[in-house]
Every structure is written in C-alpha cells, then in structure tokens.
C-alpha cells in the first residue's frame, strides 16, 4: 500500500515537472521564435542592428552630398546678377533663424555638472531633474539677444523638445544626460552678465550645489537642426494688398 502511494507521489510530481518544461518550452518559443536558439536570435539582431547602422550613415552621407550640390548651385546663381544674390542671401538668413546651417561665432559656452556625491544627501538629484532651469537659462539667453544656442551641441530652435525620459532628458529627440552644456553665439560680454547677474541662474544653480563653469568663447560652434519639419496642417496666407 505504501509502496502504491509512493508510486502515484512520484507520477504526479512528474506530470507537475513536465507542465512546467512545457509553459517554459512555449514561453521561450513566444519570445525568440519558433526553432531560434537564443545565440541564433542575438546574432540576428546584431546583423540588424548594424545593417540599420550602415544605413543612417549612408543617408547622412547622402544627405551631406546633396547639401554640398545645392550649395554650389547656389553659388553659381549668384554670381550671375544681383537678384539672384540678394535672394541668396535672404535663403541664408532665413536659415539661419531656423537652425538649418552650422553657425560659429563669439560667445559663451555654460557646463553644469551634478553635485559632488558628499554634498548629497538622502535621495540623489542631478541637473537633468532640472528642467526648468535648463529652460530658464534658454530664456535668459534669447533674452539676451543668442543668435544661435545649442544643449549639448543639439541646436536649439522653435521646434525643439525638451522632455525628461526616465533618468534623462530628451532633446531633438537625443538622449541626454550629465554634464548639461548650453552654447550660445551672441555679445560674449553680454550673455555672460545676463546668466551671471548678482542672485541670478548661476547664482541659483550654485547655490543648490551643482557644479557651473561659465566661459566666454570667440569662436563658438553651433550644429545646425538636423530633423526634417514638414507642414501638414500649416499654408501661407496671400497677402492682402487693399
């Protein structure tokens, strides 16, 4: 009688053991794909990954080449009356105001980096948790008339995101994370006595611990806004002349 007992102790555990072998069996297959082992599957998606990364490059490439084109194109054209280069430069301007080309120029170039770690206490905090700062100095800057302003060399434009993402923040759609850099072309003199103004942002900054350096630069380098922005909803309004 014992020994019947042990017996069906010993069937259930093994239809118990064999339940779980098999959700675990589906389990894997569900996640990796049917007969892929997961060696197979990391491969897979290295090849992926770099044959997507192959891809940015060439479109960045191919984008850079026909920048290059039109630029001459555009060049050529000018030189041939002065319409055309007084349009020329009214493109460039243009452009300019909307962060589509690489700009340089005399500035200042502001780095923030967290607190050092025995100034912290209880739960640690870094500037990325910041986000109003960030957008304040941004304000002050445009404030004082920045020409051009990037953070951490994202270009700064009117289409700009800056949203906090888990433990950072996303700027153009860019992960970003300690030590924040803000640029700015502009009156060197003037940008850095808007930022540094008695009981300011630096002041502010400072004063919650963050590590600031502020410096003024004569030649500052801005990228240009490399995501497309198409008008989907937007049309230009005719003029009305009466």
């Known amino acids: 009688m ?15 053991l064999g339940l779980i072998l098999s959700i675990q069996l ?7 794909g049917e007969g892929v082992l997961p060696t197979q599957r990391a491969q897979q998606l290295a090849a992926e990954l ?11 490439n191919r984008i850079a080449e026909l920048e290059s084109k039109i630029h001459k194109y555009e060049k050529n054209e000018v030189d041939k009356n ?22 340089e120029g005399p500035g200042i170039i502001l780095e923030i980096n967290d607190p050092p770690g025995d100034v912290q206490y209880g739960d640690e905090y870094t500037i990325v948790d910041e986000l109003d700062m960030i957008l304040q100095i941004i304000s002050i800057l445009n404030a004082a008339d920045a020409e051009a302003i990037s953070i951490n060399d994202q ?12 433990n950072h923040i996303e700027i153009n759609g860019v992960s970003n994370n300690s030590p924040i850099v803000i640029k ?5 003199d003037t ?33 240009k806004y490399r995501k497309v922005k198409d008008f989907k909803y937007s049309t230009p309004m005719e003029e009305n002349n009466q």
Do not use: C
């Open 184 to 188: 700015a072309i502009g009156n060197p």
């Open 26 to 32: 589906k389990t894997v297959k569900r996640s990796i």
């Open 50 to 60: 770099k044959k997507a990364q192959a891809e940015r490059d060439a479109q960045a």
């Open 82 to 103: 002065e319409y055309a280069e007084s349009l020329y430069k009214d493109t460039m301007k243009y452009r300019m105001l909307a962060g589509y080309t690489d700009l």
């Open 191 to 223: 940008l850095e006595s808007a930022l540094a103004i008695k009981r300011g942002i630096i002041w502010e900054l400072r004063k919650h611990d963050y590590l600031v350096h502020l410096t003024q630069d004569k030649n500052v380098v801005i990228p």
């Open 155 to 166: 270009r700064y434009t009117s289409f700009t995101e800056i949203v906090r993402a888990g």
């Open 2 to 16: 014992k020994k019947g007992k042990e017996i069906l102790a010993l069937v259930m555990v093994s239809v118990f």
